[in-house]
């Protein structure tokens, strides 16, 4: 009797609380990614998604997780939809820039280059990177 009071009180707690059950996800997802155990996050993060689609960590990471899979469609996917939920994602928007320079397209590096440079505050020493490569790549097609 006991027994089932308790488990029926610890069900009824997850339902009401769904949050905890949702944060839990992103928590074990980002630990396994902190492990390099890829696959298994990616799974935890697609159902975070699922419980809170408007979770822009959880696309971000994912995205990370396609770059290393060097899928780079699903990374940019991903990215924007990271962008779409949270505009003033610096890393988010840098790794986009860095897509952006493989692809030569210097155009929306510039666009997206301004824009990090109005939303930066932990990433800003990133711009010089950014440059550096824009410059390396102009050097290299100048030869």
Do not use: W
């Not at 060097?70 to 990374?75: M, S």
């Not at 991903?78 to 505009?87: E, I, Q, R, V, W």
């Amino acid at each position: 009797m006991i027994k089932k009071i308790s488990l029926t009180f610890l069900i009824g707690l997850f339902i009401i609380n769904p949050s905890y059950s949702n944060e839990n996800f992103f928590n074990k997802a980002k630990k396994l990614f902190d492990e390099e155990k890829y696959e298994e996050s990616k799974f935890l993060f697609q159902r975070d998604i699922v419980f809170n689609p408007k979770k822009a960590n959880s696309y971000l990471y994912l995205a990370k997780i396609f770059k290393i899979q060097e899928n780079i469609i699903k990374q940019e996917k991903n990215l924007n939809t990271t962008l779409l939920l949270d505009p003033k994602n610096e890393e988010a928007m840098y790794l986009l820039m860095n897509i952006e320079i493989e692809r030569s397209n210097f155009e929306k590096v510039e666009k997206l280059k301004k824009d990090f440079e109005l939303i930066c505050s932990n990433l800003c020493t990133k711009i010089s990177s950014i440059d550096q490569k824009l410059k390396n790549f102009d050097t290299e097609s100048k030869s």
